[in-house]
């Protein structure tokens, strides 16, 4: 393996404090999900099937633009095709976390959406969570599914799997990450006490613009 730079170690270092904070959190368990970031044309992304408290710098996989990696590497995630695709088409983020989140898998396997029953499923980038269609993880066909469902948002669920977050760094994929699986036990709790009054379009465009000018501005 070659020596990486400053910038390297430090995207290396984020992607194992990252898959610790998700499995800490609890939108992770074991040696499931997985993460990935952008490195000039090349990706980062965890190893296959480490746990992530048994990950170090050095288990990060780097993965060229052609798909390679370095002799010697760990096998990268099974989903790297998955993290591949979107990084390629979606130059506006640079990291992508995937877990499997106890509520928005349960929504998964219903392949239900989540409904903008509360505004903040807003910062997902639509009015909704959409569900990408079933296909076998590790797939071509599911890199597939998910790039045209999360085509122009930060967020999907994965049709019996979990849930996928997109951002401009892997603490702002992290949040969003946190953010649906929040999205999900609302929504999965209030589906429980009855039929939820779901937002409707024009409210939803009210909230659009209200987060155009939401936060510290800098």
Not at 9 to 32: C, F, H, P, Q, T
Not at 99 to 108: F, V
Not at 120 to 145: C, H, K, N, R, W
Not at 190 to 196: H, I, K, R, T, Y
């Amino acid at each position: 393996m070659t020596v990486p730079t400053a910038e390297e170690s430090e995207l290396r270092a984020d992607l194992v404090r990252i898959m610790r904070k998700m499995a800490a959190s609890g939108l992770n368990k074991g040696a499931s999900g997985n993460a990935s970031v952008r490195l000039g044309e090349d990706m980062l992304i965890t190893p296959s099937g480490l746990a992530p408290d048994l990950m170090d710098e050095q288990s990060i996989v780097r993965v060229a633009a052609d798909g390679t990696t370095e002799p010697g590497a760990l096998r990268p995630s099974s989903e790297w095709a998955m993290h591949w695709r979107i990084l390629r088409q979606r130059r506006d983020i640079d990291a992508v976390v995937h877990c499997h989140s106890r509520y928005a898998t349960i929504l998964a396997c219903c392949h239900r959406p989540i409904e903008p029953v509360h505004y903040m499923v807003s910062v997902t980038g639509g009015a909704e969570v959409p569900v990408a269609p079933y296909q076998i993880f590790g797939t071509p066909e599911l890199a597939d599914a998910v790039v045209a469902t999360v085509d122009g948002r930060l967020a999907c669920l994965l049709a019996n799997h979990g849930q996928i977050a997109l951002g401009r760094s892997l603490d702002h994929a992290f949040a969003i990450a946190e953010e649906v699986e929040e999205q999900a036990a609302v929504y999965y709790g209030a589906q429980l006490l009855g039929s939820p009054h779901v937002l409707d379009e024009n409210q939803m465009n009210d909230i659009f613009r209200r987060f155009e000018d939401y936060g510290q501005k800098r």
